[in-house]
Nanobody, 125 residues
C-alpha cells in the first residue's frame, strides 16, 4: 500500500486548505482500510488529527480541531480528504495520512501500518 499526501502550503490565519491522500497498491481496496491524518510540528510528537472508518460513516477528531477540520473519503477513488478551515498558527506542521487494517475508527499511531510521506502546512499569523 502506498499513500501520497498533497495539498499543503502556506496560508494566513483564518484561511483554509484541503489535503488529499491518494492510496494505491496491488492489495489496496478502498473499503479494506481505516484511514487517519496525523501531524508533527517541529520538536513535537506526531499526533492524530482525524480518523475515518472504512465505510466513512464514523469519524474522530482531536479536540483542538473539532468544528474546524473535516475528514471524508471517496472509496471509489481510493482517496481521503482533510478539509481544514479557520486555520491557526498552531496548526503549522507536517501532515501525514496513514492506513490501518483495523476495524472502526483507529486513533492509535501504533495501529497504522502504512504511512504517506507528509505534506507541510504553514499558517502565518
Amino acid at each position: 500500500v502506498q499513500l501520497q499526501a498533497s495539498g499543503g502550503g502556506l496560508v494566513q490565519a483564518g484561511g483554509s486548505l484541503r489535503l488529499s491522500c491518494a492510496a494505491s497498491g496491488r492489495t489496496f481496496s478502498g473499503y479494506a482500510y481505516a484511514l487517519g491524518w496525523f501531524r508533527q510540528a517541529p520538536g513535537k510528537e506526531r499526533e492524530i488529527v482525524a480518523a475515518i472508518s472504512r465505510d466513512g460513516i464514523s469519524t474522530y477528531y482531536v479536540d483542538s480541531v473539532k468544528g474546524r477540520f473535516t475528514t471524508s473519503r471517496d472509496n471509489a477513488r481510493n482517496t481521503v480528504y482533510l478539509q481544514m478551515n479557520s486555520l491557526k498558527p498552531e496548526d503549522t506542521a507536517v501532515y501525514f495520512c496513514a492506513a490501518s487494517s483495523r476495524l472502526g475508527v483507529v486513533t492509535a499511531k501504533s495501529q497504522y501500518a502504512f504511512w504517506g510521506q507528509g505534506t507541510k502546512v504553514t499558517v502565518s499569523s
